[in-house]
């Protein structure tokens, strides 16, 4: 792949008006951001003012970003992910998403879980970050051209959200996985049109609505597979060269859901050449779930079937798959969870990916905030079988296949849950929560 090695400073698409930013300092979490439009080519004397006007205290506004973070991700279902849970782990951010269908389908933002659980995390000092979720990839589901009648639904879905989540929430990410929430016939044609639009209205709308600044900052959401060749196109490009054309965009979300190091290492070789300096990346989503799918039609260790086959009802023939199934029937023991997975070479020899590509991301300089799989929930453990995928084995919290008498600290995940801890950084501990964040 070429990689494009224009990293000026461009206009932004669709006339939207410009705001400025300035990084300040060596640490690459503190940066400056100041809420004025971009100048005209007016008189030297209106040129002075705009400077005086803008350096004024009453219109700026300081905000340390979040810078090498590292918190919890629940997507849609926030069961169980609470204060208490987030403290043991000492994440002080969290991320969720919204369906937009169930907006657009007249659901009020304020109810739907996801938020409300992000909204109630926030005024209990908590960064959260929120991402926007269109579905296009059901069938006879299209994507909007921007023009059209359904753009206006969507919008106005979007709206919705923002009267209740704007200047609360710390991160907004327009979109969720886009392009595997499209068409594969639709990702070179009307992916980016559409989330450009939406990107704007989101935009013009928070710069209406906050015209003194707004706390809210504002990213374009996850890339993902970007470790198969198949899904590098045009259009991820373009994804890229939008955020860096866009002043009010600070940044894009990556989701390496991989197979290795080694796949998950594609995901920055292809965005950090590619992504204008003063840009940073999220990673909301990312695990060795495609690893651990692959693992589900061998037979259990011989080990643990040594150890437990009377207790389980287990043999030699047992399959990954089947005894997830059992654990999420009958959960086990904390130990027998763990002596599972350290018996398995497929998890004990990669036991600290998690870990490792966290280290990864900050050392870039340029990670935001990277979050990772905070709880198990019902779906991932509802109709287990050789083919569904196991999420469940990436969740920091695994109440659905341990014993849990719902009294006292929930059960652990094998290591990662001691990696996660083990990255806390005191810097991170506490979210900056500015009254004013930048434009």
Same mark, same amino acid.
């Given at each position: 792949?070429?990689?494009? &090695?224009?990293?000026?400073?461009?206009?932004?698409?669709?006339?939207?008006?410009?705001?400025?930013?300035?990084?300040?300092?060596?640490?690459?979490?503190?940066?400056?951001? =100041?809420?004025?439009?971009? %100048?005209?080519?007016?008189? &030297? *004397?209106?040129? +002075? @003012?705009?400077?005086?006007? +803008?350096?004024?205290?009453?219109?700026? +506004? #300081?905000?340390v970003g979040p810078s090498g973070v590292l918190g919890a991700n629940f997507n849609e279902d926030p069961t169980r992910v609470d204060k208490t849970v987030l403290n043991a782990l000492g994440a002080t951010w969290v991320r969720g998403f919204v369906l937009m269908d169930t907006i657009k389908d007249g659901a009020d933002p304020s109810q739907q879980r996801a938020i409300r659980r992000l909204l109630e995390l926030r005024e209990q000092g908590f960064g959260t970050i929120l991402a926007?979720?269109? &579905?296009?990839?059901?069938?006879?589901q299209t994507v909007p051209s921007p023009t059209g009648e359904?753009?206006?639904? *969507?919008?106005? +879905?979007?709206? %919705?959200?923002?009267?209740?989540?704007?200047?609360?929430?710390?991160?907004?990410?327009?979109? !969720? #996985?886009?392009?595997?929430?499209?068409?594969? #016939? *639709?990702?070179?044609?009307?992916?980016?049109?559409?989330?450009?639009?939406?990107?704007?209205?989101?935009?013009?709308? $928070? #710069? @209406?609505?906050?015209?003194?600044?707004? $706390?809210t900052h504002l990213y374009m959401g996850a890339l993902n597979h970007l470790d198969d060749p198949q899904m590098i196109s045009d259009a991820t490009r373009d994804w890229i060269e939008f955020v860096n054309e866009t002043p009010q965009l600070e940044g894009l979300d990556i989701h390496p859901h991989v197979t290795s190091a080694q796949a998950a290492q594609k995901y920055l070789d292809y965005v950090l050449p590619r992504l204008d300096d003063g840009k940073k990346f999220l990673?909301? %989503?990312?695990?060795?779930? !495609?690893?651990? %799918?692959?693992?589900?039609?061998?037979?259990?260790?011989?080990?643990f079937v040594d150890a437990y086959g009377k207790d389980l009802d287990i043999t030699r023939e047992t399959k990954v798959w089947q005894l997830l199934k059992l654990a999420a029937e009958q959960p086990f023991t904390q130990k027998q969870w763990n002596d599972f997975l350290r018996m398995s070479p497929w998890f004990e020899s990669r036991k600290h990916f998690?870990?490792?590509?966290?280290?990864k991301y900050r050392?870039?300089? @340029?990670?935001?905030?990277a979050t990772y799989g905070a709880m198990q929930g019902k779906a991932m453990v509802t109709g287990i079988d050789k083919d569904k995928?196991?999420?469940?084995?990436?969740?920091?919290?695994?109440?659905?296949? =341990?014993?849990?008498d719902?009294?006292?600290?929930?059960?652990? !995940?094998?290591?990662?849950?001691?990696?996660?801890?083990?990255? $806390?950084?005191?810097?991170? $501990?506490?979210?900056?929560?500015?009254?004013?964040?930048?434009?």
């Open positions: 792949m070429e990689i494009n &090695q224009d990293t000026g400073d461009r206009p932004a698409r669709g006339g939207n008006p410009i705001s400025r930013r300035w990084l300040l300092g060596a640490s690459a979490g503190a940066f400056l951001a =100041v809420g004025c439009k971009e %100048e005209g080519q007016g008189s &030297q *004397e209106d040129s +002075a @003012k705009k400077t005086k006007a +803008a350096d004024a205290p009453q219109n700026r +506004a #300081e905000v926007l979720k269109f &579905q296009f990839s059901k069938e006879n359904e753009m206006k639904a *969507e919008l106005a +879905a979007v709206d %919705e959200v923002l009267k209740t989540v704007l200047d609360k929430v710390d991160i907004l990410t327009v979109g !969720n #996985e886009p392009f595997l929430e499209t068409h594969k #016939e *639709e990702r070179l044609t009307k992916l980016n049109p559409f989330y450009q639009g939406v990107a704007k209205h989101v935009i013009a709308y $928070r #710069e @209406k609505q906050f015209p003194d600044g707004c $706390r990673v909301t %989503e990312f695990s060795l779930v !495609n690893h651990y %799918e692959k693992q589900m039609t061998r037979a259990i260790p011989a080990d998690m870990r490792d590509e966290v280290r050392e870039t300089g @340029k990670l935001a905030v995928k196991p999420w469940m084995l990436n969740s920091l919290y695994v109440p659905l296949t =341990v014993q849990y719902g009294g006292g600290e929930l059960p652990h !995940n094998y290591t990662v849950f001691d990696d996660f801890t083990s990255l $806390r950084r005191e810097q991170d $501990r506490v979210p900056v929560h500015p009254t004013k964040a930048c434009m």
